[in-house]
């Protein structure tokens, strides 16, 4: 089992740039593929960015791509979202999620996770 701590959220104006952390403990982290997704009030949580456990592949959804980058460090055990050029639609509550994988996968639904944190908040003001 693995537990995941998101870090990194706040409030910034439209054009601004936020790193979202999800920190990993309990299990190989490096066994994991991990993913970002994101939940706006009153709207189903969405798949953001998914990267396998070794991080030689990623995926995006096409709201995000150019402007997000996942990433991660399996010595630091951390997840990371890089988000540039934020917009005011990209507001929401964003979780990372682990599930064991096996080599070079990556996963884009919420049906594929095993694992959630408890979500960090990110406001894009215009």
């Known amino acids: 089992q693995v537990q995941l701590v998101e870090s990194g959220g706040g409030l910034v104006q439209a054009g601004g740039s936020l790193r979202l952390s999800c920190a990993a403990s309990?299990?190989?982290?490096?066994?994991?593929?991990m993913g970002w997704f994101r939940q706006a009030p009153g709207k189903e949580r969405e798949f953001v960015a998914a990267?396998?456990?070794?991080?030689?592949?990623?995926g995006y959804a096409d709201s995000v791509k150019g402007r997000f980058t996942i990433s991660r460090d399996n010595v630091k055990n951390t997840l990371y979202l890089q988000m540039n050029s934020l917009k005011p639609e990209d507001t929401a509550v964003y979780y990372c999620?682990?599930?064991?994988?096996?080599?070079?996968?990556?996963?884009?639904?919420?049906?594929?996770?095993?694992?959630w944190g408890q979500g960090t908040q990110v406001t894009v003001s215009s």
């Open positions: 999620a682990a599930v064991l994988a096996t080599i070079g996968t990556i996963a884009t639904s919420t049906r594929e996770y095993h694992y």
């Open positions: 309990g299990h190989t982290f490096s066994s994991y593929a």
């Open positions: 990267i396998s456990w070794s991080g030689g592949r990623t």
